[in-house]
Structure formats: C-alpha cells, structure tokens
C-alpha cells in the first residue's frame, strides 16, 4: 500500500495498493493514482518530490516483504520527501510469530 500519509490518508483514505511483484513501472503509477498524487508534482508552496526515490525505497519495502515471508506488516512513517531525495525517520516491522 503507497499513500502520502498522514492527514491526507487519514481523512481522505487515498491510498493505492498491488499484490507483489512490482516493478519500477507499477510503483510510479501507483503514485499517480493517489487523488492527491499531483501534490508529488509540487503544488504552491510544495517543491516537486523525487518521485524515483520514493518508488525506490517502495520497491525495496516490496522486495523484503516478498523475501521474507515472516514479515506481516512493514511501515515507513514518516518519510520526508525532497526534490533530491527522502528522509525515512522512522520504521516498525512485524513479524509473524511461528512457535
């Protein structure tokens, strides 16, 4: 699942979701889906984002999700996005517990 998080996800529920595999391809659409994806672009006082960074950092999310199967939930929030880059400040990984 890829939204812009916070209030926007909340109160709006603008997200987007795929089944893994995603390619680079799949992950900048899904950016575009968002209704408010066009803030990605840069909007009055928002700077555009680097939208390759982040469709980076959601492939590598779904690349260990795919290889660790044990893994139920991964969440990157906040991450701070910039015209040249992100800023992922905090991230919680669960796990599946299998006595």
Do not use: C, H, W
Request: charged content about 25%; proline content about 4%; glycine content about 6%.
């Amino acid at each position: 699942m890829f939204g812009l998080g916070g209030v926007f996800v909340e109160l709006l529920r603008d997200t987007t979701i795929r089944l893994i595999p995603v390619d680079r391809f799949e992950a900048m659409r899904m950016m575009q889906e968002l209704r408010l994806g066009q803030l990605l672009n840069g909007y009055r006082q928002y700077e555009p984002v680097d939208k390759n960074v982040l469709a980076f950092i959601l492939l590598k999310v779904l690349m260990l999700a795919e290889y660790y199967p044990s893994i139920k939930e991964i969440d990157l929030n906040p991450i701070f996005s910039y015209s040249n880059g992100a800023l992922i400040v905090d991230a919680r990984i669960i796990l599946e517990r299998k006595f």
